[in-house]
């Protein structure tokens, strides 16, 4: 006798509250009972979102985070022609692996990957992943540390520019990327485009002020931009303007008709 | 579909939804009622279960799960599902405390919304359980996993990190003691009645 025959009968959980449960789950909503910290599923700034983040007044004041990477490319300093690369360069078949690594899988786990960038940052740099599943109709992206799984998304010649559909809680995306500091205010985005496009530049700022234009080359299909100022710099209050431009492999600026969104304004918090 | 969760826990590793659906299908049944047995309620058990998953969900997406040492996911759930229940436990005691000291527990209950059978399963199972409770830990543990939950031997060592013999001998020494403690129970009811 092991308290097993005394035990009541297995149940199982009624299929709709099964259903909730795993709902609530996927949707990071807390156990209403254990009052936890809600993790909400991160996501890039489309540029109207910016717009509408701007309208609320709730624009996020974050910075870079405090880990020191070891080999991680240096942060660049301003240019001189005001356009600065945020793309630093690839990374090594070692990074790579070892990035994937973090995520428990192997490189071959995938049934392609696409981008594999060290790309710069307010504080440090951090690297980018985008792979297809073994499924072939979703991406895995990682961004440092953080991770998303999305559905593929195709342009076309009317829409060159996608955003990565999923990734839709705009004004949490960078500060989650790049982690929290009250040093600095950042946007960015992960985009599918067509072949036609070459790279994606974005600005915020007065005209006349400092900060530059960082510019982000297309590879496989993706760019991740992303864009930050200094709060100090500026007065709280202040508006800026926040802008992003794309071109094509002939160097032509793309039709700004044929971007998503394009950004307006912020305010300094 | 292989029934093993390597594969599944790869897709999970990634942050992959489907491959979570696809655990949580494969073992809530067997969460839930490993949660209830520990905790003797059902309900607790129903927000165990959410919050074993969502902790699993979160530790997915921020990168912090690895890779999978044994086929099944199972032993692992259920470890973590055990940390549920005793952070649940200690907060419903703090919220029962609190609510004793702000007002007087009512002579009667009302038990029209609840399911009888239900409540002869909570009975039943406070009952083992206070038997259980005579146990050292070392030994429930062993009993809950590999008897009622029907792990292996060495899925048990695995995540109790301990010798597959120390799980045998735990066990051997838990039935022993648990089958006269049941007795007992069983003979003073007869009694009482």
Known sequence: MTGTDHLPPERELPPRRRDEILRSVLNGEESNVMGRQRIRWITPIAAAAAAALIAVGAVALTGGDDRTGGQRPPVSTTPADNTVSLDLRSLTRAELREELRTAGVEPDYFSAIHYTRWMDGPRQSLPFIVATLPDRQRLFIKMGDLRSVEDKVTPTPTHPILRIEGLDRPRYLAKAVYDHTSRYWKVAGFYRVARTVDRVEVRVGTPDGPEPWRSSPVHGGYVWWATWFKAADYESGAELTLKWRAYDTDGERINPDLMPHQPRTVTVP | ?193
């Open chain 2, 1 to 193: 579909m292989s029934d093993s969760d390597v594969e599944l826990w790869r897709g999970l590793c990634v942050g992959d939804p489907a491959a979570l659906t696809a655990i949580y299908e494969r073992h809530i049944d067997a969460v839930y009622n490993f949660v209830f047995r520990r905790t003797a309620s059902w309900s607790t058990a129903e927000d165990a279960v959410q919050a074993t998953f969502g902790t699993l969900w979160r530790r997915a997406r921020g990168g912090d799960l690895t890779p999978l040492r044994l086929s099944s996911a199972r032993p692992l759930l259920l470890t973590m599902a055990g940390h549920e229940c005793a952070n649940l436990l200690r907060s419903q005691r703090r919220r029962s405390a609190l609510l004793r000291r702000l007002r007087p527990t009512p002579d009667t209950v009302d038990h029209a919304p609840l399911v009888a059978e239900r409540l002869d399963d909570e009975r039943q199972m406070s009952e083992v359980r206070r038997a259980m409770r005579r146990l050292p830990r070392s030994q429930r543990d062993a009993i809950e996993l590999v008897v009622w939950s029907q792990l292996s031997v060495a899925e048990a060592a695995s995540v109790l990190g301990v010798a597959e013999g120390t799980v045998k001998s735990r066990l051997f020494r838990g039935r022993q003691r648990l089958a006269g403690l049941l007795r007992v129970d069983v003979a003073e009811e007869g009694t009482q009645s």
